[in-house]
């Protein structure tokens, strides 16, 4: 009877995460939580006790109110550079995958082009935004190649590592069947490579709003850097934090997206 109750513990445990997801959640992430709330106190109470120039250092309710101040346009620039990073997110991506798709059907492409995937990675990429102006036009375009450039290389990597994931001993199985090289992809590589496709995509939902801003900084009139720009020219520290903060809400948001989608695309990998 005791051996029975203990080897249906485990069973009874993951039925309770998958019973009370938010609950975990909670529990997984509350010491995060209380740090932020420690920093947000030590800024609002601590900063003005140490006679701390609000130019220097606001305090959070500052910066709160900076941001929803009609007069910083913070709404606008944050739906151009959403709107910048999405649409590079996707460039970027799509690329990325299509490259490994190559990748792991052609070798001798992979051995001539991807160590130039990783050269790419080791050129300061802020020194290329005025070429992209040049190139493409200071408009959303130029933002957009940024935002691709700083996603392509984390879907690149995590996609073809998760296509030569197959099974040997599946993959044997239905080439004995001479199975076509496109039914194959459809049926064992595509699949097997979703965790790992979701993974990079995590990744560059994050790079590729830093590369919208990045790109901004580079002559935009419009978007989160061009305002982190210009606030912090004139000394505006609290709608400059107020635009990181937005940076910041539509990173996690693109990311919890993709988590989101990503228990709904791949239902048979299991969380621990």
Not at 34 to 41: G, I, K, Q
């Amino acid at each position: 009877m005791t051996d029975l109750s203990l080897e249906q513990q485990p069973e009874q445990r993951t039925a309770t995460r998958r019973s009370f997801p938010g609950l975990q959640l909670v529990r997984r992430y509350m010491s995060a939580f209380l740090v932020f709330l420690a920093t947000l106190a030590f800024l609002q109470w601590g900063v003005p006790a140490l006679d701390i120039p609000p130019f220097i250092l606001p305090t959070p309710t500052a910066v709160l109110a900076a941001g929803f101040d009609p007069e910083s346009t913070l709404a606008y620039h944050f739906g151009i550079t959403a709107l910048e990073a999405i649409g590079g997110l996707l460039i970027g991506s799509v690329l990325a995958f299509l490259m490994a798709v190559l990748f792991v059907h052609v070798p001798p492409l992979e051995d001539a082009l991807y160590p130039w995937a990783i050269v790419l990675q080791t050129i300061p990429l802020v020194a290329i935004a005025p070429m992209l102006i040049i190139w493409f036009g200071n408009g959303m375009l130029a933002r957009m190649v940024m935002s691709a450039i700083f996603a392509f290389f984390p879907m690149l990597v995590n996609s073809v590592r998760g296509l030569r994931q197959a099974d040997r001993a599946t993959l044997e199985l239905l080439q004995s069947y001479a199975v076509s090289p496109w039914q194959l992809f459809w049926t064992l590589r595509m699949p097997n490579s979703l965790p790992f496709v979701f993974t990079g995509l995590k990744i560059a939902s994050t790079l590729a709003v830093i590369g919208a801003i990045v790109g901004e900084f580079a002559g935009a009139n419009k978007g989160l850097g061009f305002a982190i720009t210009i606030s912090t020219y004139y000394l505006r520290t609290d709608r400059t934090f107020a635009a990181i903060g937005c940076a910041a809400l539509m990173g996690i948001s693109l990311y919890l997206l993709l988590v989101l989608l990503e228990r709904k695309l791949v239902f048979w990998q299991e969380t621990i």
